[in-house]
Nanobody
Framework: QVQLVESGGGLVQAGDSLRLSCAASGRTLRNYAMGWFRQAPGKEREFVAAIARIGGSTDYADSVKGRFTISRDNAKDTVFLQMHSLKPEDTAVYYC????????????????????WGQGTQVTVSS
């Protein structure tokens, strides 16, 4: 099984940037499609971004398109979420998730299809 650990969260001001990292151990990340999700206080967890096993295919929630970029470095077993122009409504716990799949170029926004999750990292954006 793969274990995931997120890092890079913090407290920033509106308009700032942050880069989240998700490091994998236990199995090589190249076997997994990856996703980022977030959960704000009092709200359900929601999809943010996804990337296929082969990193050319990506998908984003409408709320983050043009501001966030998901990428992966399979050689380092790490997935990134670069976040720009952060807004107070981006405040949430951000989770990295892995989906064990044979599909090389498919992404998914469906939370239930991801079998492995990190513990989350807090991102707080002040206005």
């Amino acid at each position: 099984q793969v274990q995931l650990v997120e890092s890079g969260g913090g407290l920033v001001q509106a308009g700032d940037s942050l880069r989240l990292s998700c490091a994998a151990s236990g199995r090589t990340l190249r076997n997994y499609a990856m996703g980022w999700f977030r959960q704000a206080p009092g709200k359900e967890r929601e999809f943010v971004a996804a990337i296929a096993r082969i990193g050319g295919s990506t998908d984003y929630a409408d709320s983050v398109k043009g501001r966030f970029t998901i990428s992966r470095d399979n050689a380092k077993d790490t997935v990134f979420l670069q976040m720009h122009s952060l807004k107070p409504e981006d405040t949430a716990v951000y989770y990295c998730a892995a989906r064990d799949t044979s599909a090389l170029t498919i992404t998914t926004s469906h939370e239930r299809l991801y079998g492995y999750w990190g513990q989350g990292t807090q991102v707080t954006v002040s206005s």
